[in-house]
């Protein structure tokens, strides 16, 4: 999409998704970079606490998770992500404070609260992403932010490695610069998220437009936009697709941690991190490029290249382990990245990179698919990263209760087919070209219309063309009145 000089301003849907995409830059960006160091960042002998603290920070976020959209619709995502900033920074120093002292109650306080945090700051940001997008624009936004959090956990692990890269010592976490410098990133995020961010009802497309109309919610009709739902089976098919979509982080970061000393945790982490750059665009080039057929089709496509990827590594990680019969309960190899069995490993670990994101821009494109509502999608964007947490939880519980890493395998490649099948179902059966015209609070596009009056899908019949008046219509049978920047179905 290519903007002008007037859509540079504060209140623009691409700007607005830049700067949702600077706040995952600063907070989960960060954590990202700790946890694919493995050990939190810390010694290797931190993995057990580490593990149990992440379980219990998933935990929580599974359960805030389905509930933070609501909020985000409530207060807007201004102060969401303010107080989604929150936790991150008590979660880093939380794990500092262990690595240095080694008590780990701030550890797990900082996990908890975090839960809460990320499912706030998530909810708003996917929100974001899901609805101030055009319908051809979706994969697109969504990629922007993926790719700016994933720059953000690049530049952390590249600091890092900076300081990390003449340690060659299996025991040594990152030092104390590492961690204080995160944990200020953090903090500046809170801010910023205050002044740059406002409310969707303010959000104008480049033609003028709105996004949608919005009605003030309540507690109540958000507790029934919750229920509405859990009762679309169609996104409820999309569960255990959802479920899986992280546990690649889980398994990847232990195996870091336990394999390699700390400078090739580093690189790894750089590595992991900055693999996913490339693939996200190239995943965001297949589901927005009309060249590729219908909406369905590309879908499809996406889906189809996202499983060869993601099922070809996991076979050749069930290789790799069944070679080298790794055992988590004695102490680690220590590669370095100039001894012999560094290759295979690094090549397995940063293709999981890329599936990270590819599985998750894949799946987030489905969901949007189905609706272009902003409240909707503002709670199936906090579902998702809910119950993408439940399964990262379920992961970091088989880690930190000493299942072998062939069993955690085994259970996420099982998860991993299950949900691809319910994906394809769900793209075959239930995405369409477009949703537009079809929901009576969503604003549709300006060039959307004019085409679809061309094609005939609109026979206009109306009044007051031009200076503000309204303007009825009837697209595919149904009644619809356009004026000014709004148009109801």
């Known amino acids: 999409m290519g903007l002008k000089r007037a859509d540079l301003r504060l209140n623009h849907p691409f700007i607005q998704n830049l700067i949702a995409g600077l706040m995952l830059l600063c907070l989960p960006g960060i954590y990202l970079a700790l946890t694919g160091l493995g050990a939190g960042g810390g010694k290797p002998s931190s993995q057990a ?56 109650w701030l550890a797990y306080l900082g996990g908890g609260i975090e839960g809460v945090s990320a499912a706030l700051l998530w909810a708003s940001a996917g929100a974001i992403a899901y609805s101030y997008a055009e319908e051809k624009d979706k994969a697109l936004f969504m990629t922007i932010q993926w790719c700016m959090c994933e720059g953000g956990s690049t530049i952390a692990a590249l600091v890092a490695l900076g300081i990390n890269i003449h340690s060659a010592r299996q025991d040594a976490g ?24 406002v409310r969707p009802a303010k959000v104008v497309r480049s033609d003028g437009t709105k996004i ?4 003030q919610p309540s507690l109540k009709s958000e507790l029934e936009g919750i229920v ?33 000393n700390l400078r090739t945790r580093s690189l790894n982490n750089v590595m992991f991190n900055f693999i996913q750059l490339p693939a996200s665009f190239g995943m965001t080039y297949i589901l927005d490029n ?29 290789a790799w382990l069944a070679q080298h019969h790794l055992n988590r309960h004695e102490a680690g190899p220590s590669t370095d990245w100039t001894d012999p069995g560094f290759a295979g490993a690094f090549v397995i670990y940063i293709i999981y990179g890329s599936v990270y994101s590819i599985y998750q821009i894949a799946t987030q494109y ?11 999608l503002a709670r199936r964007a906090s579902c998702f990263r809910g119950t993408t947490a439940l399964g990262m939880m379920f992961s970091f519980i088989i880690d930190g209760n000493g299942g072998t890493y062939i069993t955690q395998l085994s259970f996420q490649f099982a998860c991993y087919f299950v949900g691809i099948l319910f994906l394809y179902t769900v793209t075959v059966l239930y995405v369409g070209d477009t949703n537009y015209f079809h929901e009576d609070t969503v604003i549709v596009p300006k060039h959307i219309e004019d085409d679809a009056r061309l094609d005939g ?21 149904k009644e619809t009145v356009v004026a000014g920047d709004k148009s109801v179905v």
């Open 49 to 104: 606490v580490a593990a149990n603290v992440n379980a219990i920070l998933y935990g929580v976020f599974f359960i805030t998770g389905w509930f933070a959209g609501s909020v985000m619709n409530l207060i807007g995502p201004n102060y969401t992500v303010f107080l989604g900033s929150i936790g991150y920074s008590l979660y880093t120093g939380g794990l500092w404070y262990f690595d240095r002292s080694g008590h780990s």
């Open 174 to 197: 990152a030092p104390t610069p590492v961690y204080v410098v995160f944990v200020v990133i953090q903090v500046l995020a809170m801010v910023l998220a205050l002044t740059l961010l």
């Open 212 to 215: 949608a109309i919005f009605k």
């Open 228 to 260: 509405e739902m859990i009762k679309d089976y169609r996104f409820m098919m999309l569960l255990p697709a959802i479920f899986v979509a992280e546990m690649a982080l889980a398994l990847q970061s232990s195996l870091n941690g336990y394999y390699f």
């Open 290 to 318: 009309p060249r590729f057929g219908r909406r369905k089709t590309r879908a499809l496509i996406g889906i189809s290249v996202m499983s060869a990827v993601t099922l070809a590594i996991c076979a050749a990680e069930a």
């Open 366 to 376: 489905v969901i949007c698919a189905l609706t272009n509502d902003p409240e909707r």
């Open 457 to 477: 899908r609109i026979a206009a019949a109306a009044s007051g063309a031009g200076g503000g008046g309204e303007e009825a219509s009837s697209v595919d049978g």
